[in-house]
């Protein structure tokens, strides 16, 4: 009996040693760099960030964003990590289960600092390159570039050799040369390959990572790469100058809303209307009013809510135009600066209103979720709210342009522009064509504040910044002339954002400005000047 006891004890110390050794064997890279975090110090967290991605294990990914959104803890006297889930349970990090009850009494929260939260963005690239979601693979491949660490180096050879997605695989190629030009020891041929990779993507990073190139390099690798700098800056130079013509094309349709019902009050009228600003500040609040209808009532239809404020912004600054047409205007045709002086009180008197009724801060317009975001067209960003305006205001031209031809209305307008005394010895009625014609223009003006509700801020103030620059794009194009209105409203807005660059915004302007009374010292009617007996006497 004594001998089998003996046994049985060297059994159960054999069994406990390979339990141990078991145990031993599994605690592995992973279980040991985690035991890093335990020290409270930020150079052994950083060991631990970049032992703990490249382990390969499973939970390396939920550790490093457990760490990244401040949902890491450890305890420093059981040498234990874990990870606080979104509903507030405890998990251990090593093993992923829920941690036993209760927490360590010493449980504190992993600390952080700058250079940590770099190291962490660069893991997380590495670990995310392999993800199914080809968008995160993207940023991911886009993090390590950023970060130029090779230790994604062999993660993103992996990655490379099945990535699917053209757009993907390109980015994740970007960032392997990137990482090939940061490392010391990398070969002039690999360089030489890695310069030509970042020279294709030729943007201002590329640009930033060539210019930052050590200066111990070999002729070779120096020669190409002030080649490959040149030539990005030529590309850049080119897109620059696609960019500012896409400003100047997005201010240009602002300012043919803003402008185009005053070319038709003024061409028709005579009228310096001074108070055009006020109608687009309607339409602007108008569509704040609508929103927020539809934000208390029926937020399931706010996407739809630029399509109720259109037609609303039309009739309500319109119906103002029409009474103001009707109760001043009609009083002082024929004596402009009585005219001019009358309007800017009613500009003053609409923006006391408004801040009457609504204050004087600014008030929140939301853009669709159609209109929100951005797209990159070869080297420039377009974003979608303005690619929208720049459509409306074409179709708001269009309309114009169909309507001036095709409807009765249309037809006396033309005649009233063309001859008054004539038109109205034909049966016109003038006035009612007068009335009627303010309230157009000021209608169209309302729809130029819904569209400026997108991309300024809605406040008392909004049409003042536009009045001035609608009576240069109006007299510039041909009083009366929507040809005109359109040509000069592309015309000065392409050319304000090519200058501004060189002489600043409000030089900019001025020059502008300068540029616009040398042209009408020589084309005193402007660029489309309209025809007829009444304009020509």
Same mark, same amino acid.
């Given at each position: ?37 335990? =020290? ?55 093993? !992923? @289960? ?159 809303? =803003? ?58 600054? !319109? ?47 939301? @853009? ?37 031809? &095709? ?11 063309? @001859?008054? =005394? ?48 609608? &009576? ?59 025809? !007829? ?5």
């Amino acid at each position: 009996m004594r001998a089998i006891h003996d046994r049985l004890i060297a059994l159960a110390l054999a069994l406990g040693l390979v339990i141990v050794g078991v145990s031993a064997a599994r605690a592995g890279p992973y279980e040991d760099a985690l035991t890093g975090f335990t =020290a409270d110090s930020f150079s052994q967290s950083a060991r631990a960030i970049n032992a703990v991605a490249a382990s390969g294990n499973p939970l390396a990914a939920q550790v490093i964003e457990a760490l990244q959104d401040s949902r890491l803890f450890f305890s420093a006297q059981e040498k234990r990590v874990f990870i606080k889930a979104a509903d507030g349970t405890l998990l251990d990090a090593a093993t !992923g @289960n829920p941690a036993a009850d209760p927490p360590p009494d010493d449980l504190s929260k992993v600390r952080l600092s700058n250079r940590l939260r770099n190291l962490i963005n660069a893991a997380l690239g590495s670990l995310q390159l392999m993800a199914p979601d080809p968008g995160r693979r993207l940023e991911a491949a886009r993090a390590v570039f950023r970060s130029r660490k090779a230790s994604a180096l062999t993660a993103l050879d992996k990655a490379i050799a099945v990535e699917s997605d053209p757009r993907v695989k390109a980015a994740m190629e970007e960032a392997r040369a990137a990482i090939i030009l940061n490392k010391g020891d990398a070969s002039d041929v690999d360089k030489i390959d890695a310069i030509a990779v970042i020279r294709e993507r030729g943007d201002q990073e590329a640009l930033g990572l060539l210019e930052g190139l050590p200066e111990n390099l070999s002729p070779d690798v120096k020669d190409t790469a002030r080649a490959a700098i040149a030539n990005i800056e030529s590309n850049l130079a080119v897109w620059n100058a696609v960019q500012n013509a896409w400003y100047g094309l997005s201010l240009g349709s602002v300012l043919l809303l =803003a402008a185009i019902g005053l070319a038709i009050t003024f061409g028709v009228m005579g009228v310096i209307n001074m108070a055009h600003g006020e109608m687009v500040m309607l339409g602007a609040y108008t569509t704040f009013v609508v929103q927020e209808i539809i934000r208390q009532h029926a937020p399931y239809l706010f996407d739809l809510s630029l399509a109720f404020a259109i037609p609303l912004a039309f009739l309500v600054a !319109g119906a103002v135009g029409i009474l103001i047409e009707r109760t001043v205007i009609r009083f002082l045709y024929g004596r402009p600066l009585e005219t001019l002086l009358a309007t800017w009180g009613l500009s003053l008197i609409l923006q006391q209103a408004v801040r009457t009724a609504f204050g004087p801060t600014n008030k929140e317009v939301g @853009n669709p979720s159609w209109m929100s975001g951005a797209f990159e067209l070869g080297g420039i960003t377009i974003t979608y709210n303005r690619l929208w305006i720049i459509c409306f205001a074409l179709i708001v031209f269009a309309m114009l342009l169909a309507m001036l031809r &095709f409807t009765r209305l249309g037809l006396e307008m033309r005649a009233v522009t063309q @001859n008054r =005394a004539m038109a109205a010895a034909m049966g016109i009625r003038t006035a009612r064509i007068d009335a009627l014609t303010f309230g157009l223009g000021s209608g169209v003006a309302g729809m130029a504040g819904v569209a400026l509700s997108q991309i300024d801020n809605v406040s008392p103030n909004l049409g003042q910044g536009y009045i001035i620059d609608s &009576f240069l794009v109006v007299v510039f194009g041909g009083v009366g002339n929507l040809w005109g209105t359109l040509v000069g409203a592309f015309t000065l807005g392409i050319a304000n954002k090519f200058i501004e660059p060189y002489a600043g915004a409000v030089l900019g302007k001025i020059a502008i400005l300068v540029l616009i009374i040398l042209f009408i010292q020589k084309r005193p009617r402007g660029m489309f000047a309209l025809k !007829g007996r009444a304009v020509e006497a």
